[in-house]
Structures are given as structure tokens and as C-alpha cells.
């Protein structure tokens, strides 16, 4: 997704307020970022507390920064400088974690970001958008570069299944439609919905689950069909490559609790840490954690 | 630009007004306001224009910058009568919204040099005049962050920041020295090859002065101004305690009786400079 992303950036070279900070990463892959900004390119070093105190001096000053490191480096050493810098005075700066979740595999836990936007949604203003596509850089870019509001946006790396008609971008989208018999509603975030579609197509027709996608939190409202189907399943599957903690399980279960609406079942598939104290690849990380497409759709498919 | 527009008077009157709103609140921090104040005045009344803009890194100070907002005409004696009370704008530590002079809600220390940056940055960036002016303490100095943006604003040449410490000596459990000894941050600072200038930071004439000879090209300025916490009261100067303690009325009228003593002191050696 680093490199769609990165052609974004260059177009949006061409708005005079916009600034791109970074804390000296993005080694082969930032250079045009880079040539097309010129002075509005700033790669400020090693250190994420100037990096977005200096984001939220650009911003109050007028101008737009976009603020770059990876995934875990954004959000956990800057907490504070996001908080009371950026967030508490609401100012349009744009925090770009790159390889959310397990995205940097073996490279280890203190490389993990999972538990980013739990993180980040506890404070006030900011919203968290999480592509799951290449395609949706563009549309969720065009929206982050007219915010008013602080931003978190979490890349990871596109797993695009093939030969699907992806609807247009949207916070909800329904990207498989449960079969007849289906018993189960899959409501995934990021990239890992990718798998999961791939799986649950290769089910039969009428025995498949839905799977739906999110993309934005925290949740503004339900959409009435996501929850008609989720009547109608009886089983509500949450997933997603970030703690049970405040992850988008825990605001989807508050959000139809507070519509007075329960499922019959719900089950929240989230990251785990480190159960075996192994490392490896995302995918690893991914099966140790019951978040692979063939974990989910046991779950999704048992009776 | 420098104006002449801050009287003895009206600085009389603001140290006066300064220790009113402690006393009346029941709030401590008393020692670092009296310590930030003669800097904060000289700048408000004599050096910040239209283009310039300040960040208050040592939040613990919003009192002596609320009260410098007064003398301005920014803030009325009503809004200083809920200072620290419930319902109010003028929290403990500046708010990050209601009072447009304020830029930043401050009060963790190691922001302002950043935040201060980033908006002289801006200015760069954009080919803006005026000048980025930030007060922090010396404690602060403890922070990391702020060694951050030292190498940064150096590295960058902002030279339309200049960066203010106020060096009283005592931080919230005891001397600077004995913590991190930054007795010798001047020297860290020219070290990091900013340009330094060293000040009694209640000589508002050499205040004034060096705030005027900072560079306007190549390298961002610092300030580093040498005060006295609890300056002008017998019984606060240079004592770890008021740096929290709140006064009681026997403290206000002696601290007020030590302040307009003071005032007199100076007033008449003036006369006599000019006799």
C-alpha cells in the first residue's frame, strides 16, 4: 500500500500548504514524496515527540501536515504530543502509521501496532481510517486532505481478492452476501478481509456467511442492512489485527447494545499478542491469533 | 520591532495583580509566575508584533500570563476573579480553547520548543514575516523532547525563533543544579550552535535588548534569562515552597508591602540615574 500511497502524496504535492514529515523512515519508497515536495519534505530524524508537536506548530500556523513513521513508532512514543498538541486543539494533522497490526512480521513486538487505534480513539477529535485496498487510498486521501479534525491513517499491505467486484469506497462495505443458510455476519477490518473473502467464496452458495468491511472509526452509526443481516444470521463475527481492547469489537457490541439490539451470538476475533512467545510472519502472527481465513470461517460456519 | 510602552506603573500593578489572583484563589505556583513575569511583560508590551507569535512552555506560569493579557486589555479583572474556580477560562494551566491569545494548552513540560518550531517553520515555509517567541523553564530542560527540537530548529536554521528560559534555579522537588545541572546550559546551548545570550531576566532594559538583537538570519536564538523565583517577596525568593504554596493573608500583605517597596526602590534610583 506504501507505494499507491506514495503517488498520492506526490499529487498532492501541488497544494502550497501541504507538509510532509518524517521520522527518518521511508528508504526506498519516500524519494519521489520527496522530490515532488522539495522544502515541504522534512525528514525531522529520530525523534516522534518533535515530529508531531512540530505537526501541530505547522497546522496551527495554516498549514496541512502529514506526519510519517511506521505503524508502531506513530502512536506510542508521541502519545502524549497527540493528545495534548494536536487532538485537544483539533488541528487537521494527519498521523500515518505504516504496517499496522503484525504488518512488520519478524521484525518483532516493539515493530507491532496492535493496539494503535484503540490507542488513539480515546482521545477526542480524531478519527482512524484503515484501507484495506490499494484502491481506497485515493478515495479516503481526498477526504484526509480537506479534514478538519486530526487523523490516523494505518497502512498495511493490500490483499485484494482476485476476481471480486469491490463496491465503491465507503466506512461500511458488503463484499460477499450470505447464502441462504448462511449462520454467521463477518464484519472485518484492514487488509485480512482480503483472505477471508477468498475463503468464504470457496464455500457453498447457500452456506456462506456475509462479509462486511470497515473502514472508519470510531462508528458514526449502523448501517440498517448490516444490522438486518445480522438479524437475520443470529452471529455476529468480529476480526481484526488489533486487540480485543478497544478495537472495533468492542465499539460494534456498545453501538448495538445502545440500539437495544443484541445477537444471538457474537464472537470477537482479535490480535493476541505473542501466545507462544514465537515470532514470524504476518501471517504467523496472524494464525497464532485464530485471524487467518481458515480460523475465521470456523468460526463463521459451526453450528 | 521594540516599543516603549510598559511603565513602571503598569508593572507595578501587574506583579500587584498577579499575587491578588494567587491570594484570592488559594493557588500556589506563585514563585515561577514571579520569576516569568518581568520577561512575559517586556515581551507583550515591547516586543511582539502583529506577525510574531508566543508559546508559553512553562505552563505553570498561565497565571503570569493571564495577568499579562490584563495589562494588555486581553482579559478583564472579572475573568481573573475565576481564575482556578469552577465555570472558568482561566484553568490552572492554560486551556486549549477559549482565550485566542493562547495558542497552546501547556502545562506538561518539553512542548513549547516543538510546538514553537513547528510554527516558525511555518513562517518559513510559507515566506511569512514576524518572529516565533517561546518561554520555557529551566527544569524543563530535563525533558528529551526538548533536546529534540534544539537539534532540529538548529538544523533547519530557524532563525526567526528565539526560545526564552527562564532560570530560577528550583524545579518541583529541588535545585536545577542538583538535578541535571543545567547551570551549564548555556554552554550545552552554544554547543548545539544556537546563538546565546545571557540576561538578568528582571532587567527589563537588558531584557528588551537582547530580545532585539536576535539574528535574523543562519541560526535560531535563545535567551537565557537569570531570575529569581518568588522575585520581590522577602520571604518567597529563591525557596523550593513557592514553587507550590498558595499564600495566606499575613504572606499577601507582607508579599504586596515587599512588592510596592520594591517598586519605590527602583523608581528612586531612576531619579537619581537621571539627576
Same mark, same amino acid.
Given at each position: 500500500?506504501?507505494?499507491?500511497?506514495?503517488?498520492?502524496?506526490?499529487?498532492?504535492?501541488?497544494?502550497?500548504?501541504?507538509?510532509?514529515?518524517?521520522?527518518?523512515?521511508?528508504?526506498?519508497?519516500?524519494?519521489?514524496?520527496?522530490?515532488?515536495?522539495?522544502?515541504?519534505?522534512?525528514?525531522?530524524?529520530?525523534?516522534?515527540?518533535?515530529?508531531?508537536?512540530?505537526?501541530?506548530?505547522?497546522?496551527?500556523?495554516?498549514?496541512?501536515?502529514?506526519?510519517?513513521?511506521?505503524?508502531?513508532?506513530?502512536?506510542?512514543?508521541?502519545?502524549?504530543?497527540?493528545?495534548?498538541?494536536?487532538?485537544?486543539?483539533?488541528?487537521?494533522?494527519?498521523?500515518?502509521?505504516?504496517?499496522?497490526?503484525?504488518?512488520?512480521?519478524?521484525?518483532?513486538?516493539?515493530?507491532?501496532?496492535?493496539?494503535?487505534?484503540?490507542?488513539?480513539?480515546?482521545?477526542?477529535?480524531?478519527?482512524?481510517?484503515?484501507?484495506?485496498?490499494?484502491?481506497?487510498?485515493?478515495?479516503?486521501?481526498?477526504?484526509?486532505?480537506?479534514?478538519?479534525?486530526?487523523?490516523?491513517?494505518?497502512?498495511?499491505?493490500?490483499?485484494?481478492?482476485?476476481?471480486?467486484?469491490?463496491?465503491?469506497?465507503?466506512?461500511?462495505?458488503?463484499?460477499?452476501?450470505?447464502?441462504?443458510?448462511?449462520?454467521?455476519?463477518?464484519?472485518?477490518?484492514?487488509?485480512?478481509?482480503?483472505?477471508?473473502?477468498?475463503?468464504?467464496?470457496?464455500?457453498?452458495?447457500?452456506?456462506?456467511?456475509?462479509?462486511?468491511?470497515?473502514?472508519?472509526?470510531?462508528?458514526?452509526?449502523?448501517?440498517?442492512?448490516?444490522?438486518?443481516?445480522?438479524?437475520?444470521?443470529?452471529?455476529?463475527?468480529?476480526?481484526?489485527?488489533?486487540?480485543?481492547?478497544?478495537?472495533?469489537?468492542?465499539?460494534?457490541?456498545?453501538?448495538?447494545?445502545?440500539?437495544?439490539?443484541?445477537?444471538?451470538?457474537?464472537?470477537?476475533?482479535?490480535?493476541?499478542?505473542?501466545?507462544?512467545?514465537?515470532?514470524?510472519?504476518?501471517?504467523?502472527?496472524?494464525?497464532?491469533?485464530?485471524?487467518?481465513?481458515?480460523?475465521?470461517?470456523?468460526?463463521?460456519?459451526?453450528? | 520591532?521594540?516599543?516603549?510602552?510598559?511603565s513602571s506603573d503598569l508593572l507595578l500593578a501587574?506583579k500587584?495583580?498577579?499575587?491578588?489572583?494567587?491570594?484570592?484563589?488559594?493557588?500556589?505556583?506563585?514563585?515561577?509566575?514571579? #520569576? #516569568?513575569?518581568?520577561?512575559?511583560?517586556?515581551?507583550?508590551?515591547?516586543?511582539?508584533?502583529?506577525?510574531?507569535?508566543? @508559546?508559553?512552555?512553562?505552563?505553570?506560569?498561565?497565571?503570569?500570563?493571564?495577568?499579562?493579557? /490584563?495589562?494588555?486589555?486581553?482579559?478583564?479583572?472579572?475573568?481573573?476573579?475565576?481564575?482556578?474556580?469552577?465555570?472558568?477560562?482561566?484553568?490552572?494551566?492554560?486551556?486549549?480553547?477559549?482565550?485566542?491569545?493562547?495558542?497552546?494548552?501547556?502545562?506538561?513540560?518539553?512542548?513549547?520548543?516543538?510546538?514553537?518550531?513547528?510554527?516558525?517553520?511555518?513562517?518559513?515555509?510559507?515566506?511569512?514575516?514576524?518572529?516565533?517567541?517561546?518561554?520555557?523553564?529551566?527544569?524543563? /530542560?530535563?525533558?528529551? #523532547?526538548? /533536546?529534540?527540537?534544539?537539534?532540529?530548529?538548529?538544523?533547519?536554521?530557524?532563525?526567526?525563533?528565539?526560545?526564552?528560559?527562564?532560570?530560577?534555579?528550583?524545579?518541583?522537588?529541588?535545585?536545577?543544579?542538583?538535578?541535571?545541572?543545567?547551570?551549564?546550559?548555556?554552554?550545552?546551548?552554544?554547543?548545539?550552535? /544556537?546563538?546565546?545570550?545571557? @540576561?538578568?531576566?528582571?532587567?527589563l532594559?537588558?531584557?528588551?535588548?537582547?530580545?532585539?538583537?536576535?539574528?535574523?538570519?543562519?541560526?535560531?536564538?535563545?535567551?537565557?534569562?537569570?531570575?529569581?523565583?518568588?522575585?520581590g @517577596?522577602?520571604?518567597?525568593?529563591?525557596?523550593?515552597?513557592?514553587?507550590?504554596?498558595?499564600?495566606?493573608?499575613?504572606?499577601?500583605?507582607?508579599?504586596?508591602?515587599?512588592v510596592e517597596l520594591e517598586a519605590d526602590l527602583v523608581s528612586s534610583r531612576q531619579k537619581d540615574g537621571r539627576e
Amino acid at each position: 500500500m506504501r507505494a499507491p500511497f506514495c503517488a498520492l502524496m506526490v499529487e498532492a504535492a501541488a497544494s502550497a500548504d501541504f507538509v510532509f514529515l518524517t521520522g527518518d523512515l521511508g528508504f526506498k519508497a519516500l524519494e519521489p514524496v520527496r522530490d515532488a515536495l522539495g522544502k515541504r519534505f522534512i525528514n525531522v530524524g529520530v525523534a516522534e515527540q518533535n515530529m508531531v508537536s512540530l505537526a501541530a506548530g505547522l497546522a496551527r500556523a495554516g498549514m496541512r501536515p502529514w506526519a510519517y513513521s511506521i505503524a508502531p513508532f506513530i502512536y506510542a512514543r508521541p502519545f502524549e504530543q497527540i493528545r495534548n498538541d494536536v487532538c485537544l486543539h483539533r488541528l487537521p494533522v494527519v498521523l500515518v502509521g505504516n504496517g499496522g497490526g503484525y504488518g512488520y512480521g519478524v521484525m518483532g513486538a516493539t515493530h507491532h501496532a496492535i493496539e494503535d487505534y484503540g490507542v488513539i480513539l480515546t482521545l477526542p477529535h480524531i478519527r482512524a481510517y484503515i484501507p484495506a485496498f490499494d484502491g481506497d487510498l485515493r478515495p479516503m486521501l481526498r477526504l484526509l486532505a480537506h479534514t478538519e479534525c486530526p487523523a490516523y491513517l494505518r497502512l498495511g499491505l493490500s490483499e485484494e481478492p482476485k476476481d471480486l467486484a469491490i463496491p465503491p469506497y465507503g466506512a461500511w462495505r458488503q463484499l460477499l452476501e450470505r447464502g441462504v443458510s448462511g449462520r454467521a455476519t463477518i464484519l472485518a477490518v484492514g487488509p485480512l478481509v482480503g483472505g477471508i473473502v477468498e475463503a468464504a467464496r470457496n464455500i457453498s452458495s447457500e452456506r456462506r456467511p456475509s462479509v462486511w468491511l470497515l473502514s472508519e472509526l470510531p462508528i458514526a452509526e449502523l448501517p440498517q442492512p448490516f444490522v438486518d443481516d445480522v438479524t437475520k444470521s443470529g452471529h455476529l463475527v468480529v476480526v481484526e489485527e488489533h486487540v480485543e481492547h478497544g478495537g472495533a469489537g468492542s465499539m460494534i457490541a456498545h453501538k448495538l447494545l445502545s440500539h437495544r439490539f443484541a445477537p444471538f451470538r457474537f464472537s470477537h476475533l482479535a490480535a493476541r499478542g505473542y501466545p507462544s512467545s514465537l515470532y514470524g510472519s504476518q501471517k504467523f502472527h496472524r494464525r497464532e491469533c485464530g485471524l487467518d481465513p481458515s480460523s475465521v470461517l470456523t468460526v463463521a460456519c459451526q453450528d | 520591532m521594540i516599543k516603549r510602552e510598559l511603565s513602571s506603573d503598569l508593572l507595578l500593578a501587574t506583579k500587584l495583580r498577579l499575587l491578588r489572583m494567587h491570594f484570592e484563589a488559594g493557588v500556589g505556583h506563585i514563585g515561577g509566575n514571579l #520569576s #516569568s513575569l518581568d520577561i512575559l511583560m517586556c515581551l507583550y508590551h515591547q516586543v511582539l508584533g502583529p506577525d510574531d507569535a508566543f @508559546v508559553l512552555s512553562k505552563g505553570h506560569s498561565a497565571g503570569a500570563l493571564y495577568v499579562t493579557l /490584563w495589562s494588555k486589555g486581553g482579559l478583564t479583572d472579572a475573568d481573573l476573579e475565576t481564575f482556578h474556580r469552577d465555570a472558568s477560562r482561566l484553568s490552572g494551566h492554560p486551556p486549549c480553547s477559549g482565550i485566542p491569545a493562547i495558542l497552546f494548552a501547556t502545562g506538561s513540560l518539553g512542548h513549547g520548543p516543538s510546538l514553537s518550531s513547528g510554527m516558525a517553520l511555518a513562517k518559513r515555509l510559507r515566506g511569512e514575516p514576524g518572529r516565533v517567541y517561546c518561554l520555557t523553564s529551566d527544569g524543563e /530542560w530535563n525533558e528529551g #523532547s526538548c /533536546w529534540e527540537a534544539l537539534i532540529f530548529a538548529k538544523h533547519h536554521g530557524l532563525s526567526n525563533l528565539t526560545l526564552i528560559v527562564d532560570l530560577n534555579g528550583l524545579q518541583g522537588f529541588g535545585t536545577t543544579n542538583f538535578f541535571s545541572n543545567v547551570a551549564a546550559l548555556t554552554e550545552k546551548f552554544r554547543a548545539f550552535g /544556537w546563538y546565546v545570550q545571557e @540576561v538578568n531576566g528582571h532587567d527589563l532594559v537588558a531584557l528588551t535588548s537582547a530580545l532585539s538583537q536576535c539574528p535574523s538570519i543562519g541560526v535560531p536564538s535563545v535567551i537565557v534569562a537569570k531570575t529569581i523565583k518568588g522575585n520581590g @517577596v522577602s520571604f518567597m525568593e529563591g525557596r523550593m515552597d513557592s514553587h507550590y504554596l498558595p499564600l495566606d493573608r499575613t504572606q499577601y500583605d507582607q508579599a504586596v508591602r515587599d512588592v510596592e517597596l520594591e517598586a519605590d526602590l527602583v523608581s528612586s534610583r531612576q531619579k537619581d540615574g537621571r539627576e
